[in-house]
């Protein structure tokens, strides 16, 4: 049996979804080499795309591609299973297996553009209904999508994130390394993240004039503004530091040297940056919200993300008195979060709803 992947995350920037469909798109190569990938002709990642063997088709790009020239290709092939890793399919396409990575523009619109917001709301809710089977990346996304469309427990199953194959090979496990005072944020540049509080809380804190705090990442048009200040000469003079577009080899080496690695997001679907951060052996601080409570529990110090006092305290108490080793935690963490599991799970998902087997030799 023919598998295909529609690959269009790589005409995408790589934040934490287009992350997730590189990294199980390698696994699913490797586990089952017959899959095929397809995308359109505007590819961004083009060492990706050789390594896979992607099919480019079609003219168009972004959601018309997917909603046009995918399935008229699929149909061309004798519509097979098709695997969408990065929240969005062809609507009328009936043979979708989807990862749905996270409900941020169901519960908070008003974080997006109005344009994203309704177009993701009217498809989102239709596509999933329509899979043969969902994915996501955690028990707490899997229960806002049983709460919010309606479907039952046995039709998701939760394959969470893993670590990028970069960062495995750039940082062996169990590596001490010396570590600077910094305080590392890494994430999209947007009000779900909430930087501008941590900017805020870092002012207030005790540990501002010995630490320096960065943040990572990137703005993207369908998100509303984040609250950052502009004035990089005065955010420079006050111990903070904004890097926008850097790449994968130079985010590693802000992982290896920061000694915390904080997210004070008000939702999330998993929170790569914070798993990347705790195998760097950074300490943790987190947002008090269900999906890090469910993730992370053990192994980062928490606080109220509504509360600039709340990740002030947090901020000293994580320097001043840490928390628990990660690398007490992470070879269990490990285990289950990564993505050679998740890309079993989602083949064994494919093979077993289109030829009805219950396990796949891989």
């Known amino acids: 049996m023919r598998i295909y992947v529609n690959a269009r995350f790589l005409t995408q920037p790589v934040t934490g979804v287009q992350r997730y469909g590189i990294e199980c798109s390698r696994q699913i190569k490797k586990l089952y080499p017959e899959t095929i990938f397809v ?10 795309a050789k390594e896979l063997c ?5 003219r168009s790009k972004g959601h018309v591609w997917e909603q046009t020239d995918l399935p008229v290709y699929l149909k061309s092939q004798g519509n097979p299973p098709l695997i969408n890793l990065a929240n969005t399919a062809p609507l009328f396409y009936r043979n979708n297996y989807l990862t749905l990575h996270d409900l941020a523009f169901y519960l908070h619109p008003e974080w997006n553009s109005r344009p994203f917001a309704l177009w993701y709301n009217y498809l989102i809710p239709r596509i999933a ?10 028990e707490t996304v899997k229960q806002e999508i049983e709460n919010a469309y309606g479907i039952p427990e046995n039709g998701i199953t939760v394959t ?38 941590l900017v805020k809380a870092f002012l207030n804190s005790n540990v501002k004039d010995q630490y320096e705090l960065v943040l990572v990442g990137d703005k993207n048009k369908v998100f509303r503004d984040s609250g950052l200040p502009q004035d990089d000469k005065k955010l420079a003079e006050q111990h903070i530091k904004i890097l926008e577009h850097i790449s994968e080899t130079d985010l590693i080496e802000q992982y290896r040297k920061a000694e915390a690695i904080v997210s004070v997001s008000q939702y999330e679907g998993f929170g790569i940056p914070v798993l990347e951060g705790l195998y760097a052996g950074c300490k943790a601080l987190c947002s ?50 990564n993505y050679e599991r998740a890309a079993t799970l989602i083949l064994q998902a494919v093979t077993k709803i289109n030829l009805g087997c219950t396990n796949l030799d891989i």
Do not use: W
């Not at 359109?40 to 990706?48: G, K």
């Not at 893993?162 to 009000?191: C, D, Y």
């Open 160 to 197: 969470y994130n893993g670590l990028s194959q970069h960062i495995r090979e750039t940082i062996p496990q169990g590596l001490n390394m010396p570590k600077e005072k910094v305080i590392l944020a890494v994430g999209t540049f947007n009000a779900r993240k909430n930087q501008g509080a």
């Open 288 to 337: 008090d919200i269900p999906v890090y409570r469910e993730l992370f529990g053990e192994d980062a110090l928490f606080c109220n993300p509504g509360s600039v006092e709340s990740i002030a305290n947090g901020l000293t108490k994580l320097i001043q008195e840490g928390t628990p080793a990660p690398t007490a935690n992470l070879d269990k963490m490990l285990n289950v979060y």
């Open 54 to 58: 992607a099919i480019e088709f079609g």
């Open 39 to 48: 995308c359109p002709a505007d590819v961004l990642d083009h060492e990706t």
């Open 129 to 138: 209904k329509r899979a043969k089977h969902l994915f996501t990346v955690s």
